[in-house]
């Protein structure tokens, strides 16, 4: 069983950073991805970023030029760093992970990790 568990969420006021981290209980690289979703209240859950197998990444425009996402292979660990927060990028994040094998497409999610913009 995969799990997922996401860390450093927390309240910061705009214009600051965190870096959120999402350790696997497996190697990163056995995933043909992984990435960051987030969730605000009354919302669907967004993609915010994610990264292939073979490093390349993509994000949602919104946080293009703000957010980072990278991974540590030796601490199994996929991070977020995220810059010039804005009260909307409030919402819970979730770490998730994309096995495909053959047809079937197996998505695993973290619990969250609330993250709130405020003054």
């Known amino acids: 069983q995969v799990q997922l568990v996401e860390s450093g969420g927390g309240l910061v006021q705009p214009g600051g950073s965190l870096t959120l981290s999402c350790a696997a209980s497996?190697?990163?690289?056995?995933?043909?991805?992984m990435g960051w979703y987030r969730q605000a209240p009354g919302k669907q859950r967004d993609m915010v970023a994610t990264i292939t197998s073979s490093g390349r990444a993509n994000y949602v425009d919104s946080v293009k030029g703000r957010f980072t996402i990278s991974r540590d292979s030796a601490k199994n660990t996929v991070y977020l760093r995220m810059n010039s927060l804005k009260p909307e990028d409030t919402a819970v994040y979730y770490c998730n992970a994309v096995k495909v094998s053959g047809r079937a497409e197996n998505n695993y999610w973290g619990q969250g990790t609330q993250v709130t913009v405020s003054s």
């Open positions: 497996r190697s990163i690289f056995s995933f043909n991805a």
